[in-house]
């Protein structure tokens, strides 16, 4: 697709369910990044992919969180056992990479709402 | 390790008045710098970036930033504010070199424009 894809769009889940949220990056994007974004709290950095190289978890929150990406492409962030204070919306991002800019392109987010 | 202030959660301006978002960045090394907004309900979108070159970056909808080194600054302007402006805008930063490419956000500041 022309830009980067989340899905769903908005998540309702209630608490103590596990939830898996996809994001789908522009196409030859090596880079990928999740972030979330609650209210009053600004951009956290969740974890950060890049090619093949080992990836940046040190934004992941706890170890109900965590994240893969496969093939180099479609990452899907998981919450295990979620927490109301989990509900956020969670963005994805992708960028070039290496020897481009590291501009970051967004995706629409998902609105995770944990009841 | 690089980080970024944005000094201001919130700033409110009359229509047609100035503005100035404040943008401060801690870094050993050379940087690359950006300004994303976001629109409500909607994802992120960059604004402007400096990777080198001219310190005084234009970027779309009338703003423009200058990079400031020996400030460590990189602050977003536009003369004159519109309705439309009104945004959550994000400072990130992040270095051309190394093998680490990770963008850095800010924690936001919101605009506000007031008729």
């Known amino acids: 697709g022309a830009g980067v894809s989340q899905s769903p769009s908005n998540k309702v889940t209630e608490k103590g369910k596990d939830v898996e949220l996809r994001c789908d990056p522009i196409?030859?994007?090596?880079?990928l990044y999740w972030y979330r974004q609650s209210l009053g709290q600004g951009l956290e950095f969740l974890i950060y992919f890049q090619g093949n190289s080992a990836p940046d978890k040190s934004g992941l929150p706890s170890d109900r969180f965590s994240a893969e990406r496969t093939g180099g492409s479609v990452s899907t962030l998981t919450i295990q056992r979620t927490q109301q204070e989990d509900s956020a919306v969670y963005l994805c991002?992708?960028?070039?990479?290496?020897?481009?800019?590291?501009?970051?392109?967004f995706g629409q987010g998902t609105r995770l709402t944990v009841v | 390790a690089q980080s970024v202030t944005q000094l201001d959660s919130q700033v409110p301006v009359f229509e047609e008045a100035p503005v100035e978002l404040r943008c401060n960045y801690s870094s050993s090394v050379s940087v690359y710098l950006f300004w994303y907004v976001q629109y409500p309900n909607q994802g992120l979108q960059l604004l402007l970036k400096?990777?080198?070159?001219?310190?005084l970056v234009k970027g779309i909808n009338g703003f423009e930033a200058e990079f400031k080194k020996s400030e460590t600054s990189f602050h977003l302007t536009k003369p004159s504010a519109h309705m439309s402006d009104a945004a959550e805008y994000f400072c990130a930063v992040s270095h051309p070199g190394g093998s680490n490419y990770k963008l850095t956000f800010g924690k936001g500041t919101l605009l506000t424009v007031n008729p």
């Open positions: 991002a992708s960028s070039q990479g290496r020897e481009r800019t590291t501009e970051a392109f």
């Open positions: 196409s030859g994007h090596t880079a």
């Open positions: 400096y990777l080198s070159g001219s310190t």
